[in-house]
């Protein structure tokens, strides 16, 4: 089912320009660890703030902090600049450009920092280096702790950077939220699963993703790359494990407006797409974003993605007469003569689909990785194939989209 409202403009605010923030919270903020080995520079492309204390796990690249209360990062961390209502730890081996902190900092073993400014003590732990300190309290060092060469001024961090600048980004996110109550839009189902939606301004009570990547969420521009979609609910929003979303034909993530007036509920593996304004937490902890969340609770993702591939796009294989005979099989109600186990077909072809048909299962797959269609047998030696249903365990399962846009767009042609 497409979904789309003409004429309808996109709610924006325009009291404060958010837009280079990944992560605005109105309590704590947190970004997960990430495996010593992994090859991404920043998991954060984006600024970060909150009222409350912010921590950054280990192994984790993210740019510039600030945080009303205090800032942890984890080892092997990496950080440009960090601004702290409290104290400051840079982890083990990790690195941070400029510090300025309300109260003391604490350079892990190893780190590498640039200048600092400190309310309190400065503590170099072992092999630590730093460019430059001011401190109102004592510096430590610990055994060949010293200084280092780096300075850093090519670097420019956020616009929020004290108590009345966070302040004012708050307010603009209350009054985003606010503001929505009263804008008009199309009242629709609750569970979107499935659903794909074209432009316009689309309202709701609480929304709920239940089929995970099953039945991703597609935003259809329509060949406009300029296209607004606003998603307004009242409540909380719910992704399952897995859940994905699929921008086609221009729709893009930054023009994909969520205002909830509820939590944001990720759950384990799902990657959430769009600018999130939340009257509420944002509970994403293993969980991806493609966009920004502005939140007026406690922020907790793993990361904040900047390419957002993901699932990868439709593209119809270039199929010969046997790969159609096999797809008329998938959607045929016929008496396989199968006389044992084994597979009678199973034929990986050179665009990476496969297909396998055997007394038990037949399935199609593509080389993304998507199942297209598939239906397993009862297990009591019967052959008959079921004509297709959505979702009917004891017959043919023809998964919800991406799985049936693919099938619609690749054998439109074919009569079944």
């Not at 409202?5 to 990944?22: C, I, R």
């Not at 961390?77 to 083990?92: E, L, M, P």
């Not at 050179?350 to 199942?371: A, H, K, L, N």
Request: proline content about 3%; aromatic content about 8%.
């Amino acid at each position: 089912m497409t979904l789309c409202v003409a004429g309808l403009a996109n709610v924006q605010s325009k009291e404060m320009d958010l837009s280079k923030y990944s992560a605005i919270s109105g309590a704590a903020l947190s970004i997960a660890a990430h495996p010593e080995d992994d090859n991404s520079d920043y998991h954060v492309n984006g600024h970060l703030a909150a009222q409350a204390a912010v921590s950054i796990g280990a192994h984790t690249g993210v740019k510039d902090i600030y945080a009303g209360a205090a800032v942890t990062t984890g080892v092997g961390s990496n950080a440009k600049q960090i601004s702290a209502g409290a104290a400051v730890g840079v982890g083990t081996y990790g690195t941070a450009q400029d510090i300025n902190a309300g109260a003391a900092v604490v350079v892990g073993a190893y780190g590498e920092v640039g200048s600092i400014k400190s309310g309190a003590a400065i503590t170099l732990e072992v092999g630590a280096t730093y460019y430059a300190a001011e401190a109102l309290g004592a510096t430590t060092f610990g055994a060949e702790a010293g200084r280092n060469s780096r300075e850093y001024s090519d670097y420019v961090a956020g616009f929020i950077d004290s108590t009345d600048t966070m302040t004012a980004a708050m307010t603009a996110i209350t009054k985003k939220i606010t503001d929505s109550k009263g804008v008009d839009g199309v009242i629709s189902n609750g569970d979107i699963s499935g659903i794909t939606f074209g432009p316009g301004v689309y309202k709701f009570g609480a929304i709920n993703l239940m089929w995970g990547s099953n039945a991703p969420v597609t935003f259809d521009a329509n060949g406009d790359p300029d296209a607004q979609f606003t998603m307004i609910s009242s409540e909380a929003m719910t992704l399952s494990a897995g859940s994905t979303f699929i921008l086609i034909n221009g729709a893009k993530f930054s023009n994909i407006t969520w205002i909830l007036g509820g939590a944001l509920n990720l759950g384990a593996g799902s990657k959430f797409q769009g600018v999130a304004y939340v009257n509420g937490a944002v509970n994403g902890a293993t969980s991806s974003v493609c966009g920004s969340v502005y939140a007026i609770g406690a922020v907790a993702v793993d990361y904040f993605d900047s390419e957002c591939n993901y699932p990868k796009p439709v593209v119809c294989p270039l199929w010969d007469d046997t790969h159609y005979s096999l797809e008329r099989l998938a959607n045929t109600r016929v008496l396989l003569p199968v006389t044992d186990s084994k597979d009678i077909t199973h034929h990986t072809f050179t665009d990476g689909t496969e297909i396998q048909v055997s007394s038990r299962r037949m399935e199609i797959s593509s080389d993304y990785g998507w199942s297209l269609m598939k239906r397993i047998g009862s297990g009591r030696g019967d052959n008959a194939w079921n004509a297709p249903s959505i979702l009917n365990p004891g017959g043919w399962t023809i998964l919800p989209s991406p799985y049936s846009t693919y099938l619609k767009l690749c054998t439109a042609d074919l009569t079944f």
